[in-house]
């Protein structure tokens, strides 16, 4: 066994890099948005943030709707062209976006130039001809690339269970799927500095040509294990360990019971998840695609400026590290308190719960002390709070319903997530353009104008957390599995 081990090829472990490579990507060119709206987008479209929380809503609920449909074109291309396919057209949408100008240009009338467009005076009808244009083909770039992207997760993880037995799968999958983490932490270094000295239409090219580069490498690197020629014996055989026990399984799952899509909605353990995924999901959205904004209006810190830049990047280095241990904690309550494993998951949840409370004191700290490391500090533990809560929440299912369900309950939950994340981006976005527009006639709290309308936000994702969890707790009080 030891000769063995030492004549293996490891290209199961390049491939993983690749699927690390790809979700960095794709991480990327969801930010490149974000990072470049405020400063380049704004005030060349004459947008409101209105218009860009319609832009936001639209992204989430496609990429809710798109998802419930991925995995399935995933397994019917084949992973090798499914995965082509998929980054492909997120590739195309990314780069798409760089000729939104050139588009509403050639769309509106008395605009000569894509050049042109900031020159129109603001609030004059061209301005608003402008605005409603670039909108629209936004929303067009917007929706080719959630298609795209929603194929990226059901094709890694068919990657690695095609090329890693079940031993190595969860580390596999952890090392992929670090590359949204990496990419969080890398769009602000290098997004904004390429919007700044080359054009924000540049930016996206650059960033959205990534995903080409990677489907060359994509196209010669990966075959079906069987069939490529950098694995051998050795590891073909480590691959396929698991086969006989793995045919057991699916046959055992064959001859399982599954619940029809529509009777999934009678079960209170279903409006558990849909209630989790519903008012929490909108919540990590909404720091992602309003952060960067929210510290150049209230702080005057510019995505392209070295402070925008460290605290984006300050926020996203605090989610990675601190949500390493969402997983650690109810695997520490079972087996140091000898909990049951649903009950230690819902405590460990009810703790994530207080983490985004944290983000009620962003904008009064903020505002007190005049710095926004504050918010940057406390929103990156809201942001942490989330992903530790979102990792044990999915886990819910498999505590839940039997294994020929969680594919439909996931999905459920997907499109509940979706809707309320396009629910909360849309009113931040009315909310910040109506707050601006009435200035200090608007007040909440002690705040006037739009920093009253940040800390409304900032209110509800503060607190999204433990309504969530209090409405679960009183759907399933105590562990029950759904018996068909």
């Not at 993880?157 to 799927?177: C, G, L, V």
Request: aromatic share 18%.
């Amino acid at each position: 066994m030891s000769t063995q081990k030492k004549l293996m090829t490891s290209w199961r472990w390049w491939l993983c890099s690749l699927l690390f490579v790809a979700t960095t990507v794709n991480y990327l060119d969801r930010q490149v948005l974000s990072l470049t709206y405020d400063e380049f987008i704004k005030p060349e479209f004459h947008w409101s943030d209105a218009d860009y929380g319609t832009i936001t809503s639209f992204f989430s609920i496609f990429y809710a709707i798109a998802c419930l449909f991925a995995g399935k074109f995933v397994d019917w291309m084949g992973t090798k062209k499914g995965y082509l396919i998929s980054i492909g057209v997120w590739s195309f949408g990314a780069v798409l976006h760089a000729a939104c100008g050139w588009g509403t240009a050639l769309f509106v009338d008395g605009v000569d130039s894509a050049a042109a467009l900031k020159a129109v005076e603001a609030g004059s009808n061209v301005a608003l001809a402008i605005s409603t244009t670039s909108v629209y083909l936004f929303l067009l770039c917007r929706g080719i690339l959630a298609l795209g992207e929603s194929g990226n997760f059901p094709a890694a993880i068919k990657t690695t269970a095609e090329y890693f037995p079940k031993k190595d799968r969860a580390f596999a999958t952890s090392i992929f799927n670090a590359g949204a983490s990496v990419g969080a932490l890398a769009a602000p270094l290098c997004i904004p500095p390429l919007a700044k000295h080359f054009g924000w239409e540049m930016a996206f090219i650059i960033i959205g040509g990534l995903g080409f580069i990677w489907m060359f490498f994509w196209a010669f690197m990966y075959d079906k294990p069987e069939k490529s020629k950098h694995v051998n014996e050795a590891e073909l055989e480590y691959i396929h360990q698991d086969d006989e026990e793995e045919a057991k399984a699916a046959a055992a799952l064959a001859e399982e019971k599954s619940i029809p899509l529509l009777q999934c909605f009678k079960y209170k353990q279903t409006w558990s998840f849909i209630t989790g995924k519903f008012f929490t999901d909108g919540v990590w959205w909404f720091f992602l695609f309003w952060a960067p904004s929210y510290f150049a209006n209230q702080f005057g810190a510019k995505a392209s400026s070295p402070l925008g830049q460290g605290l984006i990047f300050t926020l996203y280095a605090i989610v990675t590290v601190i949500s390493i241990f969402g997983g650690y904690l109810p695997k520490l309550f079972v087996e140091k308190k000898a909990m049951h494993p649903y009950s230690g998951r819902m405590l460990a949840m009810l703790i994530f719960a207080f983490f985004p409370i944290a983000a009620l004191f962003a904008q009064p700290l903020g505002m007190r002390f005049n710095s926004p490391w504050w918010p940057a500090i406390l929103i990156g533990l809201a942001g942490a709070g989330h992903q530790a809560w979102s990792a044990n929440l999915f886990s819910t299912i498999g505590d839940m319903f039997p294994k020929s369900t969680i594919a439909s309950i996931t999905g459920i939950g997907a499109m509940a997530g979706g809707v309320g994340s396009m629910i909360i981006q849309k009113v931040a976005g009315n909310l910040f353009t109506y707050a601006e527009n009435a200035g200090a006639s608007f007040t909440f709290l002690g705040f006037e104008g739009k920093p009253a309308g940040y800390f409304i936000m900032f209110c509800f994702c503060g607190v999204a957390y433990l309504i969530a969890w209090s409405i679960m707790k009183s759907l399933v009080p105590r562990y029950k599995k759904v018996e068909i």
